[in-house]
Structures are given as structure tokens and as C-alpha cells.
């Protein structure tokens, strides 16, 4: 639920107050779930609300490109989907 704008910010942060050897984990919508998961919460399965609190969809490239800028090694980072691919995770350690 980080702005789009701040996202940087944020991300490196995280990895200021990381200690070494600590890790990073996150989450996120998958691009392509909003549109689906609109429709589900329209029948009340999932909650409307928590689907519009989600500020920005991002790519899978796209995020493992931020955590690289704010200074995670590009071979501690990896990524996947969960939830029939409705999310992504990511993980990345200092």
C-alpha cells in the first residue's frame, strides 16, 4: 500500500535498517488481478475495500528492478507468484 512516488524511498529504507544477512520479504497484487478480483468482490467473496487500497499494480520486472536500485544484490533477490497468480512475492537479503 505504498504510494507509487515513494516506492524508492521505502525500499531503501529497508534496506538501511536491514541488518546484514537480513532479509527483505513483500507482496503484491499481480498486474493482471485487478480486474478479476473487482468482479469477485462484487459477489462479496473478497472485500471491495482492501482491493482499492492498493495504490499501484506493478510488473514483476518492475519491483525486482526498485529492490535492485535501492542496493540489493541482484543474486539475493528472487521472486514468484501465490494465490492462482493473483499475487507476487519477493525476497531479497542484504
Do not use: C
Not at 520479504?25 to 478479476?36: A, E, F, G, L, V
Not at 497468480?85 to 537479503?93: L, T
Request: net charge negative; charged share 30%; glycine share 4%.
Amino acid at each position: 500500500h505504498i504510494e507509487d512516488s515513494k516506492i524508492d524511498f521505502v525500499l531503501k529504507e529497508i534496506l538501511r535498517v536491514l541488518r546484514d544477512g537480513g532479509f527483505l520479504i513483500m507482496t503484491t497484487p499481480s498486474p493482471w488481478s485487478d480486474k478479476i478480483l473487482h468482479i469477485i468482490s462484487l459477489f462479496s467473496l473478497i472485500s471491495a475495500e482492501e482491493i482499492h487500497d492498493h495504490k499501484h499494480h506493478y510488473s514483476r520486472s518492475t519491483i525486482e528492478k526498485a529492490i535492485e536500485k535501492a542496493g540489493f544484490e541482484k543474486d539475493y533477490i528472487s521472486s514468484g507468484f501465490f494465490e492462482l497468480s493473483f499475487n507476487m512475492w519477493f525476497k531479497a537479503q542484504k
